[in-house]
């Protein structure tokens, strides 16, 4: 009798470590943010499904005037054999100085014309998009411009080859903004993104998408400084809980995946192994050394 109570005991105790067990995953494990909470960046608009870039050149045209070459300048009115309407001044039967171009979509292109093409300063009207105004080169936008859309989104920045590339702030209607690198019409390279609501992203960017090293921030305190791939936190990253509650460790497809370490808010560890956001194993071993080295030397913790 006395050596099954003994017996009774032992599981018991086994029972109460289990349940101690589950508690402690239980406890350490929940990241407290929901996934929807990191709200994903606006995509720019852009002109790229227009075919925009061919309109600021204008070689075969007719001149509804005079046959003869014209070696002044004058003003004079130049007929495209795509419907666009040139006016403004001619030189040598061509395009030459100050000038307006109105085609038959009804986009305008108003600046200085050498040779038929966009060059140096100018403007451009997009009956179905933006109003650009800046610099152009060999017919297309290149340099300084500003970009305004229908919607009320300003870019301003630089371009090259008729798209944003290089610098430049976009900031939407809605009161998002981005400064930062662009590639042809793309956010991309290293930026800042900021909500209206307060968050804010800056990090590395691919084709509009988080993608890279970058520091999260929400408007509660916490923040994640890590990897990101396609928008979602992937690799390794660092996630703080405005408590003081940290997870250092391992990412996949936004949630918490592979080796890790929680410390809660009095700087107790715990160790363990998570799969898709759940702690599946841990331990409570010290030693574990799990942040890369050069981690904090490459942080946009600014």
């Given amino acids: 009798m006395g050596q099954e109570c003994q017996k009774c005991q032992k599981r018991q105790e086994v029972h109460s470590n289990e349940i101690n067990k589950q508690e402690v995953i239980s406890s350490d494990s929940d990241p407290e943010y929901e996934e929807d909470d ?5 995509k720019p608009p852009s002109m790229d499904s227009k075919s925009n870039s061919s309109t600021f050149i204008k070689e075969q045209y007719l001149s509804s005037d005079s046959k003869q070459e014209q070696i002044e300048s004058s003003q004079n009115q130049l007929n495209f054999q795509d419907g666009g309407i040139y006016t403004g001044i001619v030189i ?6 100050l000038g307006r171009l109105v085609m038959p979509n009804g ?3 108003e600046g200085s014309f050498i040779n038929n093409k966009l060059e140096g300063d100018g403007k451009c009207i997009y009956a179905r998009g933006p109003i650009y105004t800046g610099q ?3 017919g297309k936008s290149n340099g300084f411009g500003k970009e305004v859309w229908p919607d009320g989104s300003v870019y301003e920045g630089e ?3 008729g798209k944003k590339n290089g610098k430049g702030i976009y900031k939407w209607s809605q009161q998002s903004t981005y400064n930062g690198e662009w590639v042809d019409n793309m956010i991309n390279g290293v930026g800042k993104y900021e909500w209206p609501d307060g ?3 800056y990090g590395q960017w691919a084709r509009n998408q988080m ?3 970058g520091y999260y921030r929400w408007i509660d305190g916490k923040y994640y400084d890590g990897e990101y791939e396609n928008d979602k936190k992937s690799g390794f990253g660092i996630f703080n809980w405005p408590d003081g509650k940290q997870y250092q460790g391992y990412w996949f497809d936004g949630k918490q995946h592979g080796k890790g370490l929680m410390i ?3 700087g107790k560890k715990k160790f363990g192994e998570w799969q898709n956001g759940k702690l599946i194993s841990c331990s409570d071993e010290s030693n574990l050394q799990l942040i890369p080295d050069g981690w904090f030397l490459n942080t946009f913790n600014q």
């Fill in 199 to 201: 968050r804010s992203y």
């Fill in 211 to 213: 993608h890279g090293r």
């Fill in 38 to 42: 990191e709200k994903q960046p606006q």
């Fill in 92 to 97: 040598n039967n061509m395009a030459n100085g």
């Fill in 159 to 161: 371009f090259r080859n």
């Fill in 264 to 266: 809660n808010k009095e």
């Fill in 136 to 138: 152009f080169k060999q």
């Fill in 107 to 109: 986009d305008i292109y």
